[in-house]
């Protein structure tokens, strides 16, 4: 069995506008440096970055990237 490794990088697009969003959720989007829609930003694979991500998962797409 060939075990896979998780990405080093991950690529997050924010999708949808924060407008009628409660203002925790927009400064998560904020504090990960997302700011307009379709702003993209390339962040560690962290559990810190990930926990983010899972408080605004109805706002962003998340792609693994690896490190070339």
């Known amino acids: ?8 990088t991950l690529k997050i697009t ?9 203002e925790p959720q927009r400064v998560v989007a904020r504090s990960l440096g997302l700011r307009k829609p379709n702003d993209t ?12 991500v899972r408080k605004i998962p109805h706002l962003v797409r998340v792609e693994g990237l690896e490190k070339s």
């Open 41 to 52: 930003v390339v962040r560690p694979n962290t559990p810190e970055i990930r926990g983010m």
């Open 14 to 22: 924010l999708f949808r506008s924060l407008i009628g969003y409660p």
């Open 1 to 8: 069995m060939a075990v896979t490794t998780p990405p080093s």
